[in-house]
């Protein structure tokens, strides 16, 4: 007996070795979980870090309203993001705690200066999460962190939200997180594009805040922002385009108002010629959607007034993609991904172009399609009779 307890031994330890135990356990009264960072431009090389945490809630305290916001943002510069976190962790009574964080928010000057300083820490570090939503304010990503609007008591949370739920009420959002940004940094030929985040004042105070189209990087640097319409035309280059609205006006001569038309389904296809050593990438793209909306009384759903409004909305659609292109082309910046598509396709012509491809980019051309097909006009199959013609 007492020998088979003995060679059962060394079976006993090697189990040991499988289990499972707390080494890295963090306890909650002893950290700060942040929930957002902003980064901004500070004196000459430095840069200034602000982490917003959760306070944690005092014991036996009843539920309530309050001016007061449930977070605590802190601030400190370094010359590096990691010598800022260090000197976050010297002023914070709590040990910062990343792998939480939901929002990375870059202020304007310093994405202009080039962002590829501070994006070293967030991709090394094991605490940070590489699903972390990255937005660009327009002023300084410290202000935006600690407004207060009225629905919403954390602000980085309540920017996630704003983002997260863009789709579903028919906005269009990058959603571009932390790891699709270094991922687009990383591959040649593309340049990334992400969501625009500001305050917004109603009755004379900040009550919320709003998306505002897109930040259009070339490499690490901020080069410029494409209003909402223009910014969708990203998405239909990467075939996520869906759900949004396009208005256009009355179809019937004379008659005034707009028309809205809903997308339900987006396909599109991309192919890539050369013209005289010339890339031209062709973008062609089908659309179904419903009417949704329309303040002209004219029914719609007549053959020659259907066709009309659907030749109307791909010409929206197709001067969109032309003025984006036309616009972010000349800031050097390639957020359709054309040098990409001439890579995969063309690799030789690539290695004689990839290496000036901000130049060669401005005589590259973009030819985009638009087939536009109305399924349904929601509940109603004719517009309200007062003015119908």
Not at 74 to 92: H, M, Q, Y
Not at 121 to 134: A, K, L, M, P
Not at 152 to 181: C, H, M, W, Y
């Amino acid at each position: 007996m007492r020998h088979a307890i003995l060679r059962s031994l060394p079976l006993l330890a090697g189990c040991l070795l499988l289990l499972t135990g707390c080494w890295d356990r963090k306890e909650l009264n002893n950290v700060a979980i942040v929930m957002g960072v902003g980064i901004d431009k500070g004196q000459g090389e430095e840069y200034k870090v602000t982490a917003q945490v959760i306070k944690p809630s005092p014991p036996n305290k009843g539920g309530g309203g309050g001016s007061e916001l449930p977070t605590w943002s802190l601030t400190a510069k370094g010359t590096t993001v990691l010598d800022a976190i260090n000197e976050l962790n010297r002023i914070s009574p709590r040990r910062l705690y990343w792998p939480h964080t939901q929002l990375l928010l870059l202020g304007r000057e310093l994405a202009e200066s080039g962002v590829g300083g501070i994006l070293s820490w967030f991709e090394r570090d094991r605490d940070s999460r590489s699903g972390t939503y990255i937005a660009v304010t327009h002023g300084k990503a410290e202000d935006l962190l600690n407004q207060k609007i009225e629905l919403g008591n954390v602000p980085s949370k309540a920017i996630v939200e704003l983002i997260e739920s863009a789709i579903q009420r028919q906005l269009t959002s990058r959603r571009t997180t932390l790891r699709d940004f270094i991922s687009v940094l990383s591959t040649p030929g593309i340049d990334a594009a992400v969501d625009v985040i500001d305050s917004r004042a109603i009755r004379g105070k900040v009550e919320t805040y709003e998306l505002r189209g897109a930040a259009v990087f070339k490499g690490d640097r901020l080069k410029g922002f494409l209003p909402s319409e223009e910014a969708s035309t990203i998405e239909m280059a990467s075939g996520t385009f869906k759900d949004a609205v396009i208005n256009i006006p009355c179809p019937q001569e004379g008659m005034s108002g707009e028309v809205s038309f809903t997308v339900t389904d987006f396909q599109r296809k991309i192919s890539m010629t050369l013209e005289s050593g010339r890339p031209v990438m062709g973008l062609r793209m089908i659309v179904e959607g419903n009417l949704s909306d329309q303040s002209c009384p004219v029914r719609l759903l007549q053959e020659d007034l259907r066709s009309k409004v659907e030749a109307a909305i791909g010409q929206r659609i197709q001067q969109a993609v032309k003025t984006s292109f036309a616009k972010t082309s000349k800031w050097g910046a390639d957020i359709f991904g054309v040098g990409r598509e001439l890579h995969r396709t063309h690799p030789s012509v690539w290695r004689q172009q990839g290496q000036e491809w901000d130049r060669n980019l401005a005589t590259a051309k973009l030819q985009p399609s638009v087939s536009v097909s109305i399924r349904r006009s929601g509940l109603v199959l004719e517009p309200t009779p007062a003015g119908m013609r």
